[in-house]
């Protein structure tokens, strides 16, 4: 930081050319690290999936050269039960969670239940969607879900 003596006597810190350039180039470096990467809520209401309904799929896919981080997922039932959650590639129908599916997580026996993945653990690419087996007894009434999304080129620094 450089002095200047300010009419009033008093001595203020200000900075100088080099020590300004310095701070915006750090800047500059930040807004690009994040640049096209944000977070995002979404929330379903499930209209009352019933009871041993095989599945309810999650409408939400990213879009394309865009890669998903499922950070978090929760299920609202009706009455208590085990949801389990499976992930569906592109191509792949969305029918019923065998074939082309993979097993996911399962939450507890509650009314409310959900899952929680570390970055890299449950990943979403365009076309590729979550399904949710309905539990046994009762309904889905809705469906919560936040993502981190990221360009799929830049996939490696998220995994960081």
Known sequence: MSLAKIDFGET??????????DALREDAALRRAVSGVKTMDYFYNA????SNVNTYTIPASPAGGYIW????????????????????GAGVPLSTPIGGS???????STIANSLSFSKGQCMLRNG???????PGAGF????????IEIPAERIGELLL
């Open 47 to 50: 209209s009352q999936i019933g």
């Open 102 to 108: 993979r097993f996911v997580g399962q939450t507890a």
């Open 128 to 134: 590729e969607h979550l399904i949710g087996l309905a």
């Open 69 to 88: 981080a499922v950070m978090n997922i929760g299920f609202e039932l009706s009455a208590a039960g085990v949801t389990r959650l499976y992930k569906e």
């Open 12 to 21: 203020v810190d200000l900075l100088n050319k080099s020590e300004l350039q």
């Open 140 to 147: 889905i009434l809705s469906v919560f879900m936040t993502v």
